[in-house]
């Protein structure tokens, strides 16, 4: 998961005399730390970002989140028992590899059959340069192939499967690739139009506890982090039953 960065001031000054006292308490500590550390994991698979073992990652401090999903592009059936909504950032590694993954197994198995409907919501992280463009692009396809949702997630998912190779000249070669008129695609990416409603998105994240990419909702329960398949199901079947 990418989290937003926090510069922090950490000078210190320290005494030599007392130089000795500090090194010792930090190595005791450094000790405690590991010898928790290497119990806590003994037997965990670590996958990314993810401790594969570790049951769903729910944000205790949160009760259900009521998002409003005005005008973000929904994939799935309108009156689905479950909504998920993903914060997401198109050059984030680990939102490519919850795609690749959860995501597409999600789609097969909940989305396709009406159980689940799938919403998609921008949080371009300051430090992807990238992220802000894909975005921009993505909507710019819809909104050229006269809002439809369903041509909005056939960029998304263009691009997430080509993420190695994003920037302005692909957003424009992709457009195509997938139908759009290309002469408006060029002139609604090139007018910077859309970047206002980006930014509210990642501000409205911001406010409902996203802290980095992916963060997904799962009928307003927080699951952070691109989680393995399995805990996304163990929510959802949750939630179902």
Not at 88 to 94: A, K, L
Not at 178 to 187: E, H, I, P, R, S
Not at 195 to 209: C, R, S, V
Request: charged letters at 25%.
């Amino acid at each position: 998961m990418e989290k937003i960065p926090n510069a922090v001031d950490d000078s210190l000054t320290i005494k030599k005399e007392t130089l000795w006292k500090y090194s010792t308490f930090a190595l005791f500590g450094i000790l405690i730390i590991g010898a928790i550390y290497m119990f806590s994991t003994r037997d965990a698979t670590v996958t990314g970002n993810v401790v594969a073992n570790n049951p769903p990652v729910i944000n205790p401090a949160t009760e259900r989140v009521e998002i409003d999903i005005t005008g973000a592009p929904v994939l799935g059936k309108e009156n689905a028992e479950v909504t998920i909504v993903e914060f997401s950032d198109y050059q984030c590694p680990f939102c490519e590899r919850a795609y690749s993954d959860a995501v597409k197994q999600i789609k097969q198995n909940y989305i396709d059959s009406g159980k689940v409907k799938f919403v998609f919501m921008d949080f371009p992280l300051s430090f992807h340069p990238e992220a802000l463009p894909a975005a921009r692009a993505a909507r710019c396809f819809e909104f050229v192939k006269d809002g439809n949702d369903a041509e909005y997630f056939k960029y998304h998912n263009k691009i997430f499967e080509n993420q190695q190779s994003i920037g302005t000249e692909n957003y424009k070669k992709w457009a195509r690739e997938l139908g759009a008129d290309g002469a408006k695609f060029d002139t609604c990416f090139d007018s910077d139009k859309f970047t206002e409603e980006i930014n509210k998105d990642l501000a409205y994240g911001q406010q409902i506890g996203v802290q980095g990419t992916p963060a997904f909702f799962i009928n307003g329960k927080l699951l952070s982090g691109a989680q393995p398949f399995a805990a996304f199901k163990t929510v959802i079947d949750a939630e179902l039953a």
